[in-house]
């Protein structure tokens, strides 16, 4: 599989036995490239006696203007797709994340029915253990990819924290916000910023296998009174664009103390973000 993108014009992402192919489209030069690679692709498959399984292949098109053209694989027209599971999380042709909120709360809520009726110990150490093994993962899982910006799936993320947090012992009477401060935890939405900053974080350390400079313009040699990693600040017009994952950062990432930004472990960057303003409001950074 090493040698399957040598040749190729257009960007490949592989993953065990999942290829796919990605390429801008504006005119019919941009077609047949990305119709000569699945060509090449196809060629692949015959030296290496490796088929593909074409009926479970598809093409997805992004953006309004898409010329949506038709492509094949050997003689069969590849057919088009609206919405795909991809490694777990539903992506569909809008670049909207409501299906994969919805899921998540699902499978999450289906954890919450499953700990009330096999356990009869709400204690608080109990069910924070639970909902932090069993629960929150699913609330977690690659959201710096799904991140919901509609208020609407925020709110339907945070139902699930406020009813796991109820049913601890001495806890139902309470507020959401008077639990969250005493069990020391955030709200999913400060939890889903954090994990967008560690994420950053890591790219910008080489953790994460991505050339961060093809994605946002780094201010190094920034004069201003920040941190000398600041991101540019992107222009942009959509919406689902302006809330993409490299475009919806830079406020934060920007605000966060040169301290943290240049931390030498992942630890101390989480140590140091813990205290940024960013941050503050019900709950705190405490809680891991």
């Known amino acids: 599989m090493n040698d399957l993108d040598i040749g190729m014009q257009s960007e490949i992402s592989k993953f065990a036995d999942d290829t796919k192919v990605m390429c801008p489209i504006r005119n019919t030069r941009d077609q047949q490239k990305l119709q000569q690679d699945l060509n090449e692709l196809m060629t692949w498959t015959k030296k290496w006696q490796m088929k593909f399984n074409v009926n479970k292949c598809s093409v997805m098109h992004f953006g309004y203007a898409n010329p949506k053209f038709k492509y094949k694989m050997g003689d069969r027209e590849l057919q088009e797709t609206e919405e795909e599971k991809d490694l777990g999380v539903y992506v569909?042709?809008?670049?909207?994340?409501?299906?994969?909120?919805?899921?998540?709360?699902?499978?999450?809520?289906?954890?919450?029915?499953?700990?009330?009726?096999?356990?009869?110990?709400?204690?608080?150490?109990?069910?924070?253990?639970?909902?932090?093994?069993l629960v929150r993962?699913?609330?977690d899982y690659c959201v710096p990819v799904?991140?919901?910006y509609l208020r609407k799936d925020i709110q339907l993320l945070e139902g699930v924290q406020r009813r796991m947090t109820k049913i601890i012992h001495g806890m139902r009477n309470k507020t959401y916000e008077e639990r969250l401060k005493e069990l020391r935890l955030m709200t999913i939405e400060q939890r889903h910023l954090r994990q967008d900053m560690i994420t950053f974080y890591n790219i910008t350390q080489g953790r994460i296998n991505m050339q961060v400079d093809n994605y946002v313009d780094i201010l190094r040699e920034s004069n201003t009174r920040g941190h000398n990693v600041e991101i540019r600040p992107p222009r942009v017009r959509l919406e689902v664009r302006r809330n993409s994952y490299f475009i919806r950062i830079w406020k934060a990432w920007n605000k966060l103390p040169q301290e943290a930004v240049t931390a030498q472990t992942l630890n101390k960057f989480k140590n140091s973000i813990a205290e940024c303003g960013i941050f503050k409001g019900r709950g705190d950074l405490l809680s891991r």
């Not at 809008?94 to 009726?117: D, H, L, P, T, Y």
Request: charged share 25%; with cysteine; glycine share 4%.
């Open 146 to 148: 799904w991140k919901p």
């Open 137 to 139: 993962p699913h609330l």
């Open 92 to 133: 569909n042709s809008s670049m909207k994340f409501g299906r994969q909120c919805a899921e998540s709360v699902k499978k999450a809520n289906r954890m919450i029915g499953i700990i009330k009726r096999n356990f009869t110990n709400f204690d608080r150490k109990v069910v924070l253990n639970l909902y932090k093994a």
